[in-house]
């Protein structure tokens, strides 16, 4: 399947006029060219294992979707929307492309850590390297419980990012290209959780967390953090009685513009 969108490549030089010449250019639409769906399952119930999700996105321009649900699932799977873009008569460039980030969509499990990865296929043709792999990639993960805390780690390239369920135990989220991060998590005692975007981050906790540490932070000017919904959190302080809760909580964003903050709500 192939679907023409408005990313813009140029093939020659921008338009440059001078007493000594001009140069034209031509610009091309590149084209997606979608393939089936691909899922990884854990061949094991996940019995207590960190749990870490690499989604290197689809650059520069086109955003997709990282979700991972917290559901009660016995065992960690994800399925990845796989796409490659290339020119609109190169279909077999995408097609060679695409294979290879096929390939790279992995789910192991060392017995200590199980890793999701999605990353690029190689360029080949018109089809460039960073315009392939996961545009939308849904993680399904346990319920941690006080027993049984998940350790959840995000790495995401490109793209929106949504962590719900919410997580019971600790998140760590990284989120380096654009679109909001939205995340939910109950912090096991001792947890240390820093939830980090490009845009605006927002994280969901319960009404009566606690927290050694709670740090909202913004790249934006002037400084873009809204603790409103819970009155008493002072910024860069505790909540909460020492040592009954989280050991830190860090929100922050990135992002310079308007758009940007950093933001804590209630479950």
């Not at 860090?250 to 758009?259: A, F, M």
Request: hydrophobic letters at 40%; one cysteine or more; glycine letters at 12%.
């Amino acid at each position: 399947m192939r679907t023409s969108v408005a990313w813009i490549f140029v093939s020659g030089a921008v338009l440059v006029t001078t007493a000594a010449c001009s140069v034209a250019v031509t610009a091309k639409t590149q084209t997606k060219f979608t393939y089936p769906d691909e899922t990884r399952t854990d061949t094991v119930a996940w019995t207590g294992q960190a749990i870490k999700i690499e989604n290197d996105g689809v650059n520069p321009s086109i955003n997709g979707d990282l979700k991972i649900v917290s559901d009660g699932t016995a065992t960690v799977s994800a399925t990845g929307g796989i796409v490659a873009y290339a020119d609109d008569t190169d279909k077999a460039s995408a097609d060679q492309t695409a294979a290879e980030a096929i390939q790279s969509f992995t789910l192991t499990n060392d017995g200590s850590t199980i890793t999701i990865h999605c990353g690029h296929g190689s360029a080949h043709g018109s089809a460039g390297a960073a315009g392939s792999g996961c545009l939308n990639l849904t993680v399904h993960l346990p319920t941690g419980t006080d027993t049984q805390a998940l350790n959840v780690t995000v790495n995401s390239g490109n793209g929106p990012v949504d962590v719900s369920g919410p997580v019971v135990g600790s998140l760590n989220v990284n989120s380096t290209g654009s679109g909001d991060v939205n995340a939910s998590v109950t912090p096991a005692v001792g947890s240390n959780n820093q939830i980090v975007g490009g845009d605006a981050v927002t994280v969901a906790l319960p009404a009566d967390f606690a927290a050694d540490l709670v740090q909202l932070d913004s790249d934006a000017d002037p400084k873009a953090i809204d603790s409103s919904a819970f009155p008493d959190v002072v910024n860069g302080q505790g909540r909460g009685q020492a040592g009954t809760g989280a050991a830190s909580i860090k929100v922050g964003s990135t992002g310079i513009d308007s758009l940007s903050i950093a933001k804590i709500i209630k479950q």
